[in-house]
């Protein structure tokens, strides 16, 4: 059974950083896609980055606005993925999804999705 | 405000088919496969439907897919009150480099 859980949210202040991490287990964590997708209060879904399987390139890929300021991982070892979240700004706040891809790159469809973990900037 | 174009709701009564569009651009719906998720807030989304009509194991047949050119549709067919949530279609698209969701169409069941 796939199961993925996020940890790492929680309350941060403007300007402030932090990680999030993300589980995997249930399948070969290696040859698939990855990827972080968030929904704030009140608006949609909005994909914020994704990363190739390690057994084809790892490439990542963010959306716009959070390029230069967060940076997506994993760790093959451990299963897990990571997002290093700096200089977080208030429009950064939101449930944040972990979510693993059908195929070895971000443009394939999401299969499977964690609970999520809230990310709060506020002073 | 999304690339990808939406109604931001629809509705129907229980047995009823109601159909959900996406309007996009050749860099996106035009030239990449259309994928469709179910969220009830507060839970993690699920596939719904994948490569523009295939639907993943355990979804039911009531749900399908289309797409032609630049837009998509969601259909769903004997409505059911569990089916009440809010409906996003998702797409790469190629100059951007990115995973493009549409706004959400939120779904009521009258």
């Known amino acids: 059974e796939v199961q993925l859980l996020e940890s790492g949210g929680g309350l941060v202040q403007p300007g402030g950083s932090l990680r999030l991490s993300c589980e995997a287990s249930g399948f070969t964590f290696d040859t698939y896609a990855m990827n972080w997708v968030r929904h704030p209060p009140g608006k949609g879904l909005e994909w914020v980055s994704g990363i190739s399987s390690t057994t084809t390139s790892s490439d990542t890929y963010y959306v716009e606005s959070v390029k230069g300021r967060f940076t997506i991982s994993t760790d093959s070892s451990k299963n897990t993925l990571f997002l290093q979240m700096n200089s977080l700004r208030a429009e950064d706040t939101a449930v944040y999804y972990c979510?693993?891809?059908?195929?070895?790159?971000?443009?394939?469809?999401?299969?499977?999705w964690g609970q999520g973990t809230l990310v709060t900037v506020s002073s | 405000q999304s690339v990808l174009t939406r109604p931001p709701s629809a509705s129907g009564t229980p047995g009823q088919r109601v159909t959900i569009s996406c309007s996009g651009s050749s860099s996106n719906i035009g030239s990449e496969t259309v994928n469709w998720y179910q969220h009830l807030p507060g839970t993690a989304p699920k596939l719904l439907i994948y490569n523009n009509n295939q639907r993943p194991s355990g979804v039911p047949e009531r749900f399908s897919g289309s797409k032609s050119g630049n837009s998509a549709s969601l259909a769903i067919s004997g409505l059911q009150s569990e089916d009440e949530a809010d409906y996003y279609c998702a797409t790469w698209d190629d100059t951007l480099h990115g995973l493009l969701f549409g706004g959400g169409t939120k779904l009521t069941v009258l």
């Open positions: 979510a693993k891809g059908r195929g070895s790159s971000p443009w394939y469809a999401l299969d499977y």
